[in-house]
């Protein structure tokens, strides 16, 4: 089996910065790419940033500039700065990857964490 494990979320204030980690964990291959989405109330669930095994990352509007994401593909970990982040940034952050398995390498899965919940308020 394979597991997201996220962390990070939490409360910050206008223009403060948070930092959201993704763990991938079980019978993995390969990872490639991994990214975080995000989906606020009445909202559909959209695409922050992705980053591939080869570290080429791509962003949407919204953040460039704000958020950077990295991985450690050693550690099958990805990670989404957050830095002057807005009343709108407010959402539920879910890491997403598509995972090769050992027993199953000619097949991509995607795999979804369970969501951190990210409030952007005074």
């Known amino acids: 089996q394979v597991q997201l494990v996220e962390s990070g979320g939490g409360l910050v204030q206008p223009g403060g910065s948070l930092r959201l980690s993704c763990v991938a964990s079980?019978?993995?291959?390969?990872?490639?790419?991994m990214g975080w989405f995000r989906q606020a109330p009445g909202n559909q669930r959209e695409l922050v940033a992705s980053?591939?095994?080869?570290?080429?990352?791509n962003y949407a509007d919204s953040v460039k500039g704000r958020f950077t994401i990295s991985r450690d593909n050693a550690k099958n970990t990805v990670y989404l700065q957050m830095n002057s982040m807005k009343p709108e940034d407010t959402a539920v952050y879910y890491c997403?990857?598509?995972?090769?398995?050992?027993?199953?390498?000619?097949?991509?899965?995607?795999?979804w964490g369970q969501g951190t919940r990210v409030t952007v308020s005074s």
């Open positions: 980053i591939t095994s080869g570290g080429k990352t």
């Open positions: 997403n990857a598509k995972i090769r398995r050992t027993d199953s390498y000619n097949v991509l899965r995607d795999y």
């Open positions: 079980g019978n993995i291959a390969s990872i490639d790419p």
